[in-house]
Nanobody, 123 residues
Framework: QVQLVESGGGLVQAGGSLRLSCAASGRTFSNYAMGWFRQAPGNEREFVSAISRSGGNTYYTDSVKGRFTISRDNAKNTVYLQMNSLKPEDTAVYYC????????????????WGQGTQVTVSS
């Protein structure tokens, strides 16, 4: 089992920044690819970003490219999502997820999820 706990959400004005963290425990963190998803009220969950097990490869959905940066620290068992130039449409609950193989499609993050952290961007 992998346990995931997100933190770092909050209320920020448009144009501002937040850094989300997702702390993992339970298994060897470096054996898992990590992803960030988000879900806004009334919307389906959206795959936002992913990072490979080594951290050498990343993926971003088009709407966040150039604004969000995913990174990981395998020594600290933590994955981060740095979010800059935030827009009201980024408002959502953000979730991290883990998968034991590389996945840049978002389809295979089925087993391990955090509880989510709310991000609210005011205009």
């Amino acid at each position: 089992q992998v346990q995931l706990v997100e933190s770092g959400g909050g209320l920020v004005q448009a144009g501002g920044s937040l850094r989300l963290s997702c702390a993992a425990s339970g298994r060897t963190f470096s054996n898992y690819a990590m992803g960030w998803f988000r879900q806004a009220p009334g919307n389906e969950r959206e795959f936002v970003s992913a990072i490979s097990r080594s951290g050498g490869n990343t993926y971003y959905t088009d709407s966040v490219k150039g604004r969000f940066t995913i990174s990981r620290d395998n020594a600290k068992n933590t994955v981060y999502l740095q979010m800059n130039s935030l827009k009201p449409e980024d408002t959502a609950v953000y979730y991290c997820a883990a998968h034991p193989r590389e996945d840049f499609s978002g389809r295979y993050y089925t087993a391990y999820w955090g509880q989510g952290t709310q991000v609210t961007v005011s205009s």
